[in-house]
């Protein structure tokens, strides 16, 4: 299963956790789990993206720098280029780290 192989949080890290197992199931609609959550240890094992776990972090974070980190490596997907409008999983993501921030 893609949740069982995941990071060995340590007991100073229960927030990442959280964010780790909740934010990318929020971009879940009609994408394969296995993918996502492939994308989402990546993610996590990369130092240039692993604040993408951090709420408080992301609450700072330009909406372009987000985007750069999670298309990095696809936890957010690259909306058709042919469409223009905004990329909702970028939006989702950060207004959900916005509110857990806001009321942790």
Request: charged share 30%.
């Amino acid at each position: 299963m893609p949740e069982d192989e995941h990071p060995d949080f340590s007991a100073s890290e229960q927030e990442e956790k959280l964010c780790y197992f909740t934010l990318p199931m929020a971009l879940n609609y009609q994408r394969n789990s296995y993918k996502l959550r492939e994308s989402a240890l990546k993610s996590w094992k990369d130092s240039t993206t692993r604040d993408i776990f951090d709420v408080q972090n992301i609450a700072k974070m330009s909406e372009e720098e987000l985007r750069e980190k999670l298309l990095k490596h696809k936890v957010a997907l690259q909306p058709n280029k042919h469409i223009q409008k905004p990329n909702k999983h970028i939006q989702t993501w950060k207004t959900i780290s916005h509110t857990i921030a806001e009321h942790w």
